[in-house]
């Protein structure tokens, strides 16, 4: 079994900053892929950003330059650090990992809700 497990969400006002941290937990041999997705009501998910083992990284046009993604290896963790946000950030977040070995797959979090509003 392997669990990925979203916190840092919250309700933060425009131009405000949110970390949001993702930890993998289980049976895991190797993360390959980590990444973070969003969706906003009525609208499909979309990937916001996204963090290969090595550390090569790829963003949303809409998030260049606001956000970061990260992660610790060890920690089997990946973070997103979201500066100058906007009401159009407010969504569900999700993250993801590409897992291989015996449990090779690609899991996903529960979701953690941020919210952009004065």
């Known amino acids: 079994q392997v669990q990925l497990v979203e916190s840092g969400g919250g309700l933060v006002q425009p131009g405000g900053s949110l970390r949001l941290s993702c930890a993998a937990s289980?049976?895991?041999?190797?993360?390959?892929?980590m990444a973070w997705y969003r969706q906003a009501p009525g609208k499909e998910r979309e990937l916001v950003a996204a963090?290969?083992?090595?550390?090569?990284?790829n963003y949303a046009d809409s998030v260049k330059g606001r956000f970061t993604i990260s992660r610790d290896n060890a920690k089997n963790t990946v973070y997103l650090q979201m500066n100058s946000l906007k009401p159009e950030d407010t969504a569900v977040y999700y993250c993801?990992?590409?897992?291989?070995?015996?449990?090779?797959?690609?899991?996903w979090g529960q979701g953690t809700q941020v919210t952009v509003s004065s």
């Open positions: 963090i290969a083992r090595g550390g090569s990284t």
């Open positions: 289980g049976s895991i041999f190797r993360i390959n892929d």
């Open positions: 993801n990992a590409e897992l291989a070995g015996w449990n090779a797959g690609v899991y």
